[in-house]
């Protein structure tokens, strides 16, 4: 079945390091984002790139970094900068634009946690 | 793009029709009307969406009334794994900005 895999389901973080969130797709979808998700509230946009070997900030991109070496991968990276990580981190992704007004799909998220 | 309102909760009784409105009063003429639901500890699971003509698919219904300033998702015989948050969401040609709000929490009570 196609989809969207986030891993790893939890994941905690120590002081000062950087830790990296896995997302991958097979829908051959065009466009990927990153969002991230408080307790009790809506869906905040982190990044998101469009095609490959490219990407844009979103609301709320400091403290984070991404790549997009491949059509099928995302990864999302939180690093030592970014002072309050706890949340719930959700990916997600779609056709372009291009193609029409088509919806985006979610993973599962990832929870990350503050040691 | 077009901000949204919804109720903060909703109760439904299984096997009754669940009607979720949303207000969207400054939608544009290119916006869709989307719908997503989670529950919790998941990911938004895709439902629905819409410009102007009422939608229907395996999961729900949608009405969109004819000035588009509102909608309602309908789930027609709702069940307890349906409870969830349900957002509604208005998009255009910005395909970043795909704003969640704090949605409807639908209980669907035995």
């Known amino acids: 079945d196609g989809g969207i895999t986030q891993s790893p389901k939890y994941l905690f973080r120590k002081e000062g390091q950087n830790v990296t969130l896995s997302c991958e797709q097979n829908l051959n979808h065009d466009a990927m984002y990153w969002y991230r998700q408080d307790p009790g509230q809506g869906l905040r946009l982190i990044y998101y790139s469009q095609i490959v070997n490219d990407f844009q900030k979103g609301d709320i991109a400091e403290g984070y970094s991404v790549s997009r070496e491949k059509k099928e991968s995302f990864p999302l990276t939180v690093t030592s900068a970014q002072k309050n990580p706890t949340a719930f981190y959700l990916c997600?992704?779609?056709?372009?634009?291009?193609?029409?007004?088509?919806?985006?799909?979610f993973g599962d998220g990832t929870r990350l946690s503050i040691l | 793009d077009a901000k949204t309102t919804q109720p903060t909760s909703m109760d439904c009784a299984e096997g009754r029709a669940a009607n979720l409105p949303c207000n969207h009063s400054?939608?544009?003429?290119?916006?869709?009307v989307y719908w997503y639901r989670q529950i919790h500890s998941q990911g938004p699971q895709y439902i629905i969406h819409g410009l102007k003509n009422n939608e229907t698919n395996e999961m729900a219904s949608l009405i969109i009334t004819e000035d588009r300033k509102s909608s309602t998702l309908i789930l027609p015989h709702a069940t307890l794994r349906d409870t969830a948050v349900y957002y509604c969401?208005?998009?255009?040609?910005?395909?970043?900005?795909?704003?969640f709000g704090s949605g409807t929490k639908l209980n669907v009570k035995p």
């Open positions: 400054t939608i544009s003429g290119n916006e869709y």
């Open positions: 969401i208005v998009r255009g040609y910005n395909f970043n900005k795909f704003y």
């Open positions: 997600a992704s779609s056709f372009e634009v291009d193609r029409g007004f088509q919806p985006q799909h």
